[in-house]
Structure formats: C-alpha cells, structure tokens
C-alpha cells in the first residue's frame, strides 16, 4: 500500500539530492560545462562594472593630462566584454534548453518503470492515479528547478557576493542596501511556494478529468456514443466546468501570491531609491570617484533587475515548482513489491484461507478461500456477475496481494517472492485486453521475441495473412496511423495469441471470448484444453459449455467457492452450477 506522508513534509534540500543523481548524475560533463559557462557570465558582467569605471577616471584624468592611452586601453576592454555577453547568454540558453530535455528524457521512463513495480492494488486507488500525474508534472519541472538551483549557487549568488564587496569597498553602506531591500521579496517567494504547493493538490485530480472528457468527446474509442446518443454537450459541459474550478484555484493561488509581491516589490523600489541616494552622497562627499560613480549609477538597474531575475523568476520558479517536484520524489519513493524468494508455478499453486478487500471497498471481494491447484491441472471458475471471479485469479497470478492469507507458487508466499521469477512463467488473456495502435506482429509479440508468431497465431485462429491484414504482420492495426481496424471478435482471437505466444508455466483466461459466439469459443477452449496440457491454466467463463474442458469447475457465490468437482460431479448436486447450467440450456430450446 501507498505512504500516505503530504508532499509539504519533504524538505527542499531532500528533494534536491534524490534529484542530483538522477538529472545532472546522468549528464555531468555537459553539466560543468554550464556551469562554467554561467559562471563566466557572470564574471563578465562584473568586469564591466569595474573596467567602466576605470574607464571613465581614465578619461576623467585624460582631461588634464592628454594621455589617452589608457582610455583606449579600457574602452577595449569594455568593448570586448561587451561583445562577449550575448554570445556566452546564447551558449547558455541553448545549454539550459537542450540540458532540460535530456534531463528530463531520463525521468519520465523511471516514472513509468516505478508503475511497473509499485503493487498492482495501488492502481484501484484514485490518490495513485493522482500521484502518476503530479509525478509527471514533476518531472517536467524538476530538471529546471535542479538547473535554477545550480545556476543560483554557481553563478547568481557568487555574482551577487562580488558585487557587494564591490559596493562595499566603495561605500559599506552601499553593500548592504540591495540585500536588505530584497529580503521582503524573498519571503513573497516562500509564500508562493506553500500556496502552489496547495494547488498541484487540487489540480492532479481536475487534470484526469478534463483529460478524460477530452477523450469522451473526440478519441476513437468513444466517439461513436457520443455521437449517437448526442453527448457532446455532455461531455462540453462536464469538461468545462472541471476547467472552470481548476481556473478558480488557479486565479485564487495567483491573486494571493500577486497582491503579497505587488507589497514586496513597493518595498524594493524603496530601497532602489535610496541605494541612488546614497551613492549621490557618497559622491558629492567624495567618498568614491566620479568614474566608479557612473560605473555603479550604470550598473545599479542591472544589479537589481539581476536580483529581481534570481529571486523573482528562479528562486519564485524553485518555490512553486516544490510541490509538483515533492510529488515525482514521493512517487519514486513508494514502496515496491518485491520480494528475494524465488517462486516456480511448477509446482502448483494454493491459497490458504485468504481474504481480500479493495480499498475503501464497504465487504470483502474474497471471504476466505482454500485452493489448491496441481501442476498441469486445468481449472474453470463459474459464477454469477460480481461473485469474484476476476479478484480471484488476480490473486492467483500474484497480481493482487491478499488482504489475510497466504497465496503460494509451490511452497513460496508470494508476499516474499520475487515478482520476476514469479511473473516470468505466466501469462494471461483479460477480458479487458489491450488493442495496441501497432502492427499485428507487434501486438503479439510484445512480451519478447521468442519466434512462435505464427504458431501462436494459428492456435488462435488468426489468419495474419487473409484480406484482414493486407500487409500481412506488418498491418498497422489502427486507423490513426494510416492503418486498418479489425472486428472485436478478431482484436479477441488476436489478444489470445499474445497470452499463447508467451512462455509460461500459468496461463489465466479471464473472460476473453465475449465477443465470440458461442460455438467459435468452443471450438478455441477446446483448443487451448489441447495446448496447455503441459502447463497450469485457470479458465474464467460465463458459459458453462466452456468449463466442461476444465478438469476441475470451482464455483464462486459471494466471495467463497461454494462449489468445486467436475461437470459430471456438479450436475449431479444441487445447487448454483446445476442452476445456472439448466437456465443457460433453457435459452438454447
């Protein structure tokens, strides 16, 4: 299960070392050469402060004397410097750039490969799916927010610190007066930071839905109801009232953090004005040379509005970018499930008195289940809708950890296993199976490369080379990509083949036939009886005639297994099988 710790609880400096080695770690050449590059940068900016002003005592001492030697020496200098900065700002943009996208080309497959070991019962809770999308937003903003906090501490505040012992050496009084004229706008930064950190709460769950009415509204798989039943209204107006509360939040939080910074920057102008004042009267007592009087009166706006460009834009983007960075970090941190013990379904698999609950579920899916199933056996499970048929081999396959009890693979608890011994030997066919936007081939091979295409293809009766696929295994089996769609009873042969095409110890077919008739889903249970012979197979139908292939029928009723024998055994009993065996053929008189 899933921490439930707020993102707010994780400390700023936490958040930056988990980061470091996976951003910058990963790039570190590329990395010093930015730094560098900034750092000279800034080390140009201040040069020109310090040549302008011998430049102009130059010049002021030129007057008198007629030597312009010096002058010109100077002006040279500053001149160079001058050409110097866009060119080494270019470098530094592109670096930024292109540094960002790398980065975060690097995060956003951990994202996906910590969704791959993080426990499956997770997806069933809406505060994962929210944290999939706060994890994603993070790991957009996270590289910068890495790159801002470097380009702070190697470049700004070193920049910053020169400039003051600068100003300091001029005037102490004109050292001290920027710093204390931006401390106001600094907490404004701190603020923000607690007010967005907030808002990405409130906003991940807004964002699914208003992807999700987006999708009802015009993505292929939804489009032919929406059309039909005209609801795309329905859907306009779901979508735009989502967006309107996420609008509100999002004015809420900015009205807040402006009206607090419009305060601090009043402040900043304040002190602005009298850092002019001082340096006037530092020059009319004649505390500092005219020329180091019009290098700073020069340089002043740049200092500030270099101050203001730190604190305002890269530590207020630091600040408010937290929050959705705190979630990527608390994501990467979640739990997995993994164990060390190796399991083998070899050996058959039991369950010993388990139970299991969805979460915040009000009853128990599963109210105490003993099963053993044997090495090689084929197992039906019947019953009625909502009995818990599909929880069951969930729990099975090692899918769904249970609640109490123990579920095991030979004599390993899969609590302990390890979940690539235990996962590499099975395979399964769902009845919400994935109709994948690539080539036939593709959508059966996508476990791994193992050269049974075409005998997997044939045991699913899928004619990878009949006028459904003009182009064979390479047919793009979606119209999006200028491609051709299949039939749901064909996307059904074709999603069999991929559980067939698998190696495996344990095969689970969980429904998958639905779209089939009745007598082509026969002819392909059979078959598959045929093929997994050799293996462990567990069968979830609705159609008894189907069960009957199995060796063993378990009936499910309100969580239990009420029943469990042959067909031959069951029929002969009273109770839910023979039940619902006699309603179904009194639909075939």
């Given at each position: 299960?899933?921490?439930?710790?707020?993102?707010?609880?994780l400390?700023?400096?936490?958040m930056?070392?988990?980061l470091l080695?996976?951003?910058?770690?990963?790039?570190?050449?590329?990395?010093?050469?930015?730094?560098?590059?900034?750092?000279f940068?800034?080390?140009?900016?201040?040069?020109?402060?310090?040549?302008?002003?011998?430049?102009?005592?130059?010049v002021?001492?030129?007057?008198?004397?007629?030597?312009?030697?010096?002058?010109?020496?100077?002006?040279?200098?500053?001149?160079?410097?001058?050409?110097?900065?866009?060119?080494?700002?270019?470098?530094?943009?592109?670096?930024?750039?292109?540094?960002?996208?790398?980065?975060?080309g690097?995060?956003?497959?951990?994202i996906?490969?910590?969704?791959?070991?993080?426990?499956?019962?997770?997806?069933?809770?809406?505060?994962?799916?929210?944290?999939?999308?706060?994890?994603?937003?993070?790991?957009?903003?996270?590289?910068?927010?890495?790159?801002?906090?470097?380009?702070?501490?190697?470049?700004?505040?070193?920049?910053?610190?020169?400039?003051?012992?600068?100003?300091?050496s001029?005037k102490?009084?004109?050292?001290?007066?920027?710093?204390?004229?931006?401390?106001?706008?600094?907490l404004?930064?701190?603020?923000?930071?607690?007010?967005?950190?907030?808002?990405?709460?409130?906003?991940a769950?807004?964002?699914?839905?208003?992807?999700?009415?987006?999708?009802?509204?015009?993505?292929?798989e939804?489009?032919?109801?929406?059309?039909?039943?005209?609801?795309?209204?329905?859907?306009?107006?779901?979508?735009?009232?989502?967006?309107?509360?996420?609008?509100?939040?999002?004015?809420?939080?900015?009205?807040?953090?402006?009206l607090?910074?419009?305060?601090?920057e009043?402040?900043?102008?304040?002190?602005?004005?009298?850092?002019?004042?001082?340096?006037?009267?530092?020059?009319?007592?004649?505390?500092?040379?005219?020329?180091?009087?019009?290098?700073?009166?020069?340089?002043?706006?740049?200092i500030?509005?270099?101050?203001?460009?730190?604190?305002?834009?890269?530590?207020?983007?630091?600040?408010?970018?937290k929050?959705?960075?705190?979630?990527?970090?608390?994501f990467?941190?979640?739990?997995?499930?993994?164990?060390?013990?190796?399991?083998?379904?070899?050996?058959?698999?039991?369950?010993?008195?388990v139970?299991?609950k969805?979460?915040s579920?009000?009853?128990?899916?599963?109210?105490?289940?003993?099963?053993?199933?044997?090495?090689?056996?084929?197992?039906?499970?019947?019953?009625?809708?909502?009995?818990?048929?599909?929880?069951?081999?969930?729990?099975?396959?090692?899918?769904?950890?249970?609640?109490?009890?123990?579920?095991?693979?030979?004599?390993t608890?899969?609590?302990?296993?390890d979940?690539?011994?235990?996962f590499?030997?099975?395979?399964?066919?769902?009845?919400?199976?994935?109709?994948?936007?690539?080539?036939?081939?593709?959508?059966?091979?996508?476990?791994?490369?193992?050269?049974?295409?075409?005998?997997?293809?044939?045991q699913?009766?899928?004619?990878?080379y009949?006028p459904?696929?003009?182009?064979?295994?390479?047919?793009?089996?979606?119209?999006?990509?200028?491609?051709?769609?299949?039939?749901?009873?064909?996307?059904?042969?074709?999603?069999?083949?991929?559980?067939?095409?698998?190696?495996?110890d344990?095969?689970?077919?969980?429904?998958?036939?639905?779209?089939?008739?009745?007598?082509e889903?026969?002819?392909?249970?059979?078959?598959?009886?045929?093929?997994?012979?050799?293996?462990?197979?567990?069968?979830?139908?609705?159609?008894?005639?189907?069960?009957?292939?199995?060796?063993?029928?378990?009936?499910?009723?309100?969580?239990?297994?009420?029943?469990?024998?042959?067909?031959?055994?069951?029929?002969?009993?009273?109770?839910?099988?023979?039940?619902?065996?006699?309603?179904?053929?009194?639909?075939?008189?």
């Open positions: 299960m899933k921490p439930k710790n707020k993102t707010r609880n400390s700023f400096f936490y930056l070392r988990r080695p996976l951003t910058l770690g990963q790039f570190k050449p590329y990395a010093l050469l930015q730094v560098f590059v900034a750092v940068m800034m080390l140009d900016i201040i040069l020109q402060t310090v040549v302008s002003a011998r430049f102009f005592d130059s002021s001492a030129a007057v008198g004397t007629g030597d312009i030697a010096k002058p010109v020496i100077w002006l040279a200098a500053f001149g160079l410097l001058i050409v110097l900065q866009p060119i080494v700002n270019g470098i530094l943009n592109f670096c930024f750039g292109d540094l960002t996208k790398r980065m975060t690097k995060l956003l497959p951990l996906q490969l910590k969704a791959q070991r993080i426990p499956a019962l997770a997806f069933e809770e809406p505060e994962t799916l929210d944290d999939i999308n706060k994890a994603e937003t993070g790991a957009h903003v996270g590289c910068g927010l890495v790159l801002v906090t470097a380009a702070i501490l190697t470049a700004y505040l070193p920049y910053f610190i020169l400039m003051a012992l600068y100003l300091y001029l102490p009084i004109l050292g001290i007066a920027p710093v204390l004229a931006f401390i106001p706008v600094v404004s930064q701190l603020v923000r930071a607690r007010v967005f950190t907030q808002l990405e709460d409130k906003a769950p807004m964002r699914r839905k208003m992807e999700h009415y987006e999708k009802c509204v015009g993505a292929p939804f489009f032919k109801e929406t059309r039909l039943l005209g609801a795309f209204g329905f859907y306009k107006k779901l979508y735009r009232q989502t967006l309107s509360l996420f609008n509100k939040e999002k004015w809420r939080a900015q009205r807040k953090t402006g607090i910074e419009l305060g601090m009043l402040i900043t102008l304040a002190g602005y004005g009298i850092m002019l004042f001082l340096l006037v009267d530092a020059l009319l007592s004649g505390e500092i040379t005219p020329g180091s009087f019009a290098a700073v009166f020069a340089s002043i706006g740049g500030f509005n270099m101050m203001e460009e730190m604190i305002v834009q890269n530590f207020g983007e630091v600040m408010q970018n929050g959705a960075v705190a979630n990527l970090i608390r990467l941190d979640m739990p997995e499930q993994d164990g060390a013990d190796r399991a083998s379904v070899k050996e058959g698999v039991s369950l010993e008195n139970r299991f969805y979460p579920a009000a009853e128990e899916s599963i109210k105490g289940v003993d099963l053993r199933i044997r090495p090689g056996e084929t197992l039906a499970v019947v019953g009625t809708n909502g009995a818990g048929k599909s929880t069951l081999v969930k729990l099975i396959m090692g899918l769904y950890t249970p609640t109490s009890g123990t579920v095991r693979f030979g004599g608890d899969l609590k302990k296993a979940k690539m011994s235990m590499q030997s099975t395979s399964a066919v769902f009845q919400d199976y994935g109709r994948y936007k690539m080539t036939l081939k593709d959508n059966v091979e996508i476990s791994a490369e193992e050269g049974r295409l075409n005998e997997a293809l044939i699913a009766d899928v004619d990878g009949g459904s696929y003009p182009a064979g295994l390479d047919t793009m089996l979606s119209r999006e990509f200028d491609g051709v769609d299949v039939s749901g009873g064909q996307w059904q042969r074709i999603a069999i083949a991929r559980g067939l095409y698998r190696t495996h344990l095969i689970v077919l969980d429904e998958p036939t639905a779209a089939i008739d009745p007598m889903e026969t002819k392909i249970y059979k078959k598959f009886a045929q093929i997994a012979k050799d293996s462990t197979a567990v069968i979830v139908t609705h159609r008894l005639g189907s069960a009957r292939i199995a060796d063993r029928i378990a009936v499910m009723n309100g969580g239990v297994i009420s029943q469990i024998g042959t067909h031959d055994e069951l029929i002969e009993r009273e109770g839910i099988y023979r039940q619902m065996w006699e309603a179904q053929a009194a639909w075939l008189v």
